[in-house]
């Protein structure tokens, strides 16, 4: 059975402004100093998956520079290009219909494109377990992450502690999935032992999830069959077009996972971070003594504890403890670091003024 990974590359990344903008999202930007967080993600699976089997899902606004600076293996007829935003359910939908029209059945494995791992040797050897998985069953398979601390900026799995089965891997019955908690359900989480992080990372075969898409989203497969049809034909981007902004908007969370009794996990254990927002810097850059990770050009009396991004000009800092700092030519942030994750709302109140030139 033929191989592919999707790639979701759509997103605006806007828990990383300003760095992150609309036409240039982090999963194109060398945040880590390697490469570019899409290019990084495509190398990962090196060895499981043919590098040329990539399909990425983006926009319209992101798809030029992407064909300029993604991974010389991957295709450009392999970019499918949204003209709205639908979120990951009508994404992954589009990629499937795509891959089995083009090859018939496949195997699916779904990744979003601004993770970080620092044990690539394990994270493909527990791909390709769950990979196995996926092609021995009908099941729909996820990679759940084993909890270090009560984070309460992922989402949860909870699974039954049984494994229904444990060749060639522990595979557990998903019981269900939980959104993002506050602390003290995160503690609990923790000690339960029966919980993992939400990986966002799936693998299924084509003709699991289409099934799954035409008994649970019903509307979406039927408005998304059209474009099917038309995939490869003179029509296909006037179609897609016309269609795309009237299909359902929904997670393949609430959409499909949260639904489906066919859900099984596998946990994982090979240094996965989603570099989602500005403090989750730390999982790529060590503090320095200060507790400070600094890509600046900063000078700072009494500073700890702080995160501070810039350019060529000099940032200099007295008596902070706790903060973000991201300087670019156009637009500074300050902000807490424990109000990282509210920076999606200054893009949401730039919106709303009319700054798009900021966004």
Known sequence: ????????????????????????????LNISGHDIMLNDTIERFKGIIPQENTVIVTNRSQAVLMESIMHSSVSKRNILIEPVARNTAASILFA???????????????????????????????????????????????????PTFPSTGYGYIAFDKEP?????????????????????????????????????????????????????????????LLISDCLGTDQEEEIINKIYPTLQNIS???????????????????????????????????????????KANHMGIDTRNSIIYGTDRLITTIGMDGYIIADTEDALLICPKDKAQSVKEIVELLKEKGMTDYI
Not at 4 to 11: Q, S
Not at 137 to 146: A, M, N, P, S, W
Not at 181 to 208: D, E, R
Request: one cysteine or more; glycine letters at 8%; aromatic letters at 12%.
């Open 96 to 146: 499937a219909f795509s891959i089995e029209k083009s090859h018939g059945d496949s195997l699916m494995v779904v990744l979003p494109s601004d993770h970080y791992i620092t044990d690539e040797e394990q994270f493909r050897l527990t791909l390709d377990e769950a990979c196995t998985v996926a092609m021995e069953t009908d099941q729909i398979v996820t990679i759940g992450i084993k």
């Open 164 to 224: 229904i089965s444990s060749n060639p891997v522990a595979v557990y019955e998903v019981a269900e999935f939980v959104e993002k908690p506050n602390f003290q359900k995160a503690q609990g989480y923790l000690s339960s032992g029966n919980y993992l992080w939400n990986s966002g990372i799936f693998i299924w075969k084509t003709s699991v999830i289409i099934d799954n898409f035409k008994r649970y989203l019903p509307r979406l497969y039927k408005t998304m």
């Open 1 to 28: 059975m033929n191989k592919f990974a999707t790639i979701l590359a759509g997103g605006g990344g806007t828990r990383f402004w300003p760095l992150s903008r609309q036409e240039i999202p982090k999963q194109l």
């Open 252 to 294: 393949i969370d609430y959409g499909i996972l949260e639904r489906s009794d066919e859900v099984v996990v596998l946990s994982g254990q090979f240094g996965w971070n989603d570099i989602g927002s500005w403090d989750a810097l730390g999982a790529i850059f060590p503090p320095d003594e200060s507790g400070n990770i600094i």
